[in-house]
């Protein structure tokens, strides 16, 4: 343990916060002011049973860190255990470390917290749908109980990118095309994540990705945008100026892609001379996953990893994420051998030690672990989900009336297709379980025909019948379900898509990837990473569609999906079509 017998002014919770930073920023050794804009992972400092490890942590984090990655939700840990291991990483950075700093936990929460046991709520894109600010600032009030439990105080969300590109992946992460609902919907947000003015008891919110994501090249993810000036700032900067003046954002990320072929993550003329100059901004800016890495392997405009960092950091680039790479050693190589001015770097240490102090993480850096469980999936968190699940869903079509269904008159539905009877394709591409692709839900989720099933109770027959998958060409199923549809008073198709990551790819390894053996992994449709050429519905999804409308049975289509899909015939020949995004 590091014996300390010296008062230190940055350690007096009643001395002013700059005074603390300042004094704590006049302490540091050049590898501790560095370690702070760094992050490990929870790899560095846990055993494979999900204990904290002490010798692991000493040959990672001897000089502190900046942020742990995702303790939580890479690791898969429970609430609970989850909770000790962040008591016991900071207990070593406060007891065993020379400044006693403690560190800033990130995780993702676009639709809850993406971890083992938080609440799954809707994708975004349906929370826009429910054009309900409140009840969304409502969400996120209860997702910063579930994060403050286990003691992550920035989450990475929510995606203000505006999805003007359909054939893009991760429309399904935005809350659509409209500069004004994002700007509205990220505001509360935002101001349901931190707790007014006062940050004790707040989860940062971060705006992300700084900017014009949504329209990049061909629809394809970190390609090249190509946009004027005048579009770029009236449009795409829009919500980011309202959610910094309106919610005092306190983090931003940077984008992967390159504006006027200059890359987001080293340019100076946008994270500092339009985001702090422009727009007024004064807290950290953390990199999305690897895009100071490649600066050097996709963009090539750094001839190293030290050169990448170089370039991030003067740009105003605070924090490596999601681990130290091209910050840490080199980054203290290229001060020493003056690559780099000491003044960039206390710039970005004295930011994110601000944050800390704001926060209180310096006075109160322990959850207390008694009243974890309390907070996750309590019966209000469950309904507030219900209740966002069932105003995101939009009716497109209803023809003769055919919904509401006359509950008095109904003896008999036909339940069918891929998703009708499937709790993982409800789920969005950041809710834990589609994002790790677990092989089992990660917490309570209701499917389609579970939900049916406990609605109408016995007083209804429900004939079930799969029909087909999402992305295969097997018509073996359609027998089965055109005999459903048959015996049935009215059919139900629930068509669509499967939200994940399965596809995704490292840019800066492409060349070591056999694309093979990646397609046969791929079994997700949306999502980052699954980028398309066509808006259709994948496989022989609409095949089924147009045998169960032929059997003559009154059909309802219900998409399940991330995106606005093609659907002309079935817009023109099925009665009643609702549009139910990815209800979480």
Not at 169 to 180: L, S
């Amino acid at each position: 343990m590091v014996l300390n017998l010296e008062v230190r002014l940055y350690e007096d919770k009643n001395a002013p916060i700059q005074a603390r930073v300042d004094d704590l920023l006049k302490r540091m050794s050049l590898e501790e002011k560095v370690a702070q804009l760094g992050s490990v992972g929870p790899d560095a400092v846990l055993d494979k049973q999900g204990e904290f490890c002490p010798e692991k942590a000493i040959k990672a984090i001897p000089f502190g860190i900046g942020q742990i990655t995702r303790l939580a939700g890479a690791s898969g840990l429970e609430p609970l255990k989850a909770a000790k291991a962040a008591n016991a990483v900071q207990r070593f950075l406060i007891e065993e470390t020379r400044l006693g700093i403690p560190a800033l936990l990130h995780e993702e929460c676009l639709s809850g917290l993406m971890a083992k046991g938080g609440t799954a709520y809707p994708q975004a894109i349906g929370l826009a749908s429910t054009w309900n600010p409140d009840l969304v600032k409502k969400m996120t009030e209860e997702i910063r109980k579930q994060m403050l439990a286990i003691s992550a105080r920035l989450g990475l969300s929510p995606v203000l990118d505006l999805a003007l590109d359909l054939r893009w992946g991760r429309v399904e992460e935005t809350f659509g095309e409209d500069p004004y609902l994002t700007a509205v919907m990220a505001t509360h947000y935002i101001k349901g994540l931190q707790e007014g003015p006062d940050l004790t008891n707040s989860v940062l919110g971060t705006l992300k990705h700084f900017a014009g994501h949504g329209i990049c090249e061909g629809g394809r993810n970190h390609a090249p945008v190509h946009i004027g000036q005048r579009n770029f700032r009236e449009t795409h900067l829009f919500p980011y100026a309202a959610a910094i003046k309106e919610a005092n954002v306190k983090s931003v990320m940077n984008a992967y892609h390159d504006l006027d072929g200059f890359p987001c993550a080293a340019s100076k003329e946008l994270l500092t001379d339009i985001l702090r100059g422009e727009l007024g901004f004064d807290g950290i800016v953390v990199s999305d996953y690897n895009s100071i890495k490649m600066l050097h392997t996709e963009h090539q405009v750094a001839e190293s990893k030290q050169q990448a960092g170089v370039l991030a950091l003067e740009a105003g680039l605070d924090i490596e994420l999601p681990r130290t790479d091209c910050y840490g050693e080199l980054l203290v190589e290229a001060a020493r051998s003056g690559l780099i001015s000491m003044e960039t770097i206390d710039e970005a240490v004295r930011r994110h030690l601000q944050l800390k102090f704001l926060l209180g993480l310096f006075d109160n850096p322990y959850v207390n672990e008694k009243h974890v469980i309390e907070v996750f999936e309590t019966k209000e968190q469950r309904e507030l989900a219900r209740q966002l699940a069932r105003e995101s869903i939009v009716l497109l079509r209803n023809n003769d009336n055919l919904l509401p269904l006359d509950r008095a008159k109904l003896k008999s539905i036909a339940l069918i297709g891929p998703s009708a009877d499937n709790t993982r394709n409800m789920l969005g591409d950041y809710v834990y379980s589609a994002h790790v692709d677990s092989l089992e839900d990660a917490v309570p989720v209701v499917s389609i025909y579970e939900g049916i099933k406990t609605k109408l109770g016995d007083t209804v027959d429900i004939n079930y019948a799969k029909g087909c998958e999402i992305m295969d060409e097997d018509t073996s199923g359609f027998a089965e379900a055109i005999t459903a549809a048959q015996n049935s008073d009215v059919a139900i198709v629930v068509v669509g898509g499967r939200s994940g990551l399965s596809g995704l790819v490292s840019p800066g390894d492409i060349s070591d990837v056999d694309f093979t053996s990646i397609k046969g992994r791929i079994k997700d449709t949306d999502g980052e990473s699954h980028d398309r050429t066509n808006l259709g519905l994948w496989g022989v999804q609409e095949d089924l569609v147009k045998a169960i409308y032929e059997t003559g049975t009154p059909t309802i289509v219900v998409l399940i999906n991330g995106r606005p899909l093609a659907i002309n015939w079935i817009a023109e020949h099925i009665p009643a079509v609702l549009e139910a995004w990815l209800p979480g």
